[in-house]
T-cell receptor, first 113, second 110 residues
Framework: DAGITQSPRYKITETGRQVTLMCHQTWSHSYMFWYRQDLGHGLRLIYYSAAADITDKGEVPDGYVVSRSKTENFPLTLESATRSQTSVYFC????????????FGPGTRLTVT | QKEVEQNSGPLSVPEGAIASLNCTYSDRGSQSFFWYRQYSGKSPELIMSIYSNGDKEDGRFTAQLNKASQYVSLLIRDSQPSDSATYLCAVGGRSQNFVFGPGTRLSVLP
């Protein structure tokens, strides 16, 4: 099916472990985004990518790493998970940056114990 | 710091009524405006986009933009219980990432 998918949908990990969240889109959108959503903070941008091998920080990048070797994939890695990174993570894609609609994946609910 | 503000709600309206959701933004240079609907436990879903001053209608939804007042609104006519969700306002611009508002929770009462 065309669209944007995320995996896993749910993840429980321990403090200090590395975890990678996957995002895949089939629209060939150039832009991809990672957000976290927490009660009281709304959607906050972690990292975004304008194209393969081009990534940039968003509002809350600390503790996260991204890569984009292929246009369709945009994995997000928590190098050493902390409890404060417990959140719902959404990936989104768009044909462009701020002038174009963004389409969201189903989200990954991450719990760090 | 660019800000987007929305009343958190909950906004309660009876079934069949018009629901009016409001959003204000701080960056006068903003060029693009979006409304998303988010059901509990689900991801944001795009409802409408608007770029020019005035009204834009799509079915039961009307987006209204007033750049001079830095104000964008979403009207939902003939509200249904299935419209009960959180509505997110997003504001963007050329070479600018979206800034999302905190969302307004809408409850449509049968």
């Amino acid at each position: 099916d065309a669209g944007i998918t995320q995996s896993p949908r749910y993840k429980i990990t321990e403090t200090g472990r590395q975890v990678t969240l996957m995002c895949h889109q089939t629209w060939s959108h150039s832009y991809m985004f990672w957000y976290r959503q927490d009660l009281g903070h709304g959607l906050r941008l972690i990292y975004y990518s304008a194209a393969a091998d081009i990534t940039d920080k968003g509002e809350v990048p600390d503790g996260y790493v991204v890569s984009r070797s292929k246009t369709e994939n945009f994995p997000l890695t928590l190098e050493s998970a902390t409890r404060s990174q417990t959140s719902v993570y959404f990936c989104a894609s768009s044909p462009g940056q701020g002038l174009y609609e963004q389409y969201f994946g189903p989200g990954t609910r991450l719990t760090v114990t | 710091q660019k800000e987007v503000e929305q009343n958190s709600g909950p906004l309660s309206v009876p079934e069949g009524a018009i629901a009016s959701l409001n959003c204000t933004y701080s960056d006068r240079g903003s060029q693009s405006f979006f409304w998303y609907r988010q059901y509990s436990g689900k991801s944001p879903e795009l409802i409408m986009s608007i770029y020019s001053n005035g009204d834009k209608e799509d079915g039961r939804f009307t987006a209204q933009l007033n750049k001079a007042s830095q104000y964008v609104s979403l009207l939902i006519r003939d509200s249904q219980p299935s419209d009960s969700a959180t509505y997110l306002c997003a504001v963007g611009g050329r070479s600018q990432n979206f800034v999302f508002g905190p969302g307004t929770r809408l409850s449509v009462l049968p």
